[in-house]
């Protein structure tokens, strides 16, 4: 099946400080990458929608300043933590959607512990 | 916009007996719905999904039914196995536009040995 890489896998950071994390499709290209929070016991909550080569969308609730997304490329989205504070620790997954295929495929998440 | 209700949240089964997960969906436009497995600090898995123009699909232990007129469908487990043990999902998609996922709120499904 597709392959979606995420990275880092797990990320500690200090509170006030920014953190980028890396979604890539890896066999496929993906018009549409989305990008998830997931709290532990919980479901994933999406936080924003992302298509190459346009702005990203944001659920309600989400802040678009606080949490950038950038999707540069058919094949790469960025997701930047912005001051981060200890509430944003959480579980951050994305997946991408094949534009061929229509299905979507997840990325292994990346754990953010904010201190 | 969709809402989807996942029930029940856990559950719990001998080895060898059947599970039954059951969702309903509020967005009679949703078209495609899928069901993914994960495991604790996983990735969620594709497991199946079916589209709207089919009642019924099935592969191997795993089928899932749609019911488009009472907006609901379910994740069938047969013969389970303890490594079925994981958190299941269900998730419908207007399959249209950006295709966005709304997800259920999980059953935790533990298969005794």
């Known amino acids: 099946g597709a392959v979606v890489s995420q990275h880092p896998s797990w990320v500690i950071c200090k509170s006030g400080t920014s953190v980028k994390i890396e979604c890539r499709s890896l066999?496929?290209?993906?018009?549409?990458m989305f990008w998830y929070r997931q709290f532990p016991k919980q479901s994933l909550m999406l936080m924003a929608t992302?298509?190459?080569?346009?702005?990203?969308?944001?659920e309600q609730g989400v802040e678009k300043d606080k949490f950038l997304i950038n999707h540069a490329s058919l094949t790469l989205s960025t997701l930047t933590v912005t001051s981060a504070h200890p509430e944003d620790s959480s579980f951050y997954i994305c997946?991408?959607?094949?534009?061929?295929?229509?299905?979507?495929?997840f990325g292994p998440g990346t754990r953010l512990t904010v201190t | 916009g969709e809402n989807v209700e996942q029930h029940p949240s856990t559950l719990s089964v001998q080895e060898g007996d059947s599970a039954v997960i059951k969702c309903t969906y509020s967005?009679?436009?949703?078209?495609?719905f899928p069901w993914y497995k994960q495991e604790l600090g996983k990735r969620p898995q594709l497991i199946i999904d079916?589209?709207?123009?089919?009642g019924e699909k099935k592969d191997q232990r795993i089928a899932v039914t749609l019911n488009k007129t009472a907006k609901h469908f379910s994740l069938h487990i047969t013969e389970t196995q303890p490594e079925d043990s994981a958190v299941y999902f269900c998730?419908?998609?207007?399959?249209?536009?950006?295709?966005?996922?709304?997800f259920g709120k999980g059953t935790k499904l533990s298969v005794i040995p």
């Open positions: 079916i589209r709207s123009n089919v």
């Open positions: 967005d009679s436009a949703s078209n495609y």
């Open positions: 992302s298509n190459e080569g346009s702005k990203a969308t944001y």
């Open positions: 997946s991408a959607r094949d534009g061929l295929t229509y299905e979507q495929y």
């Open positions: 066999d496929f290209q993906a018009t549409t």
């Open positions: 998730a419908a998609s207007r399959g249209a536009g950006s295709y966005q996922l709304t």
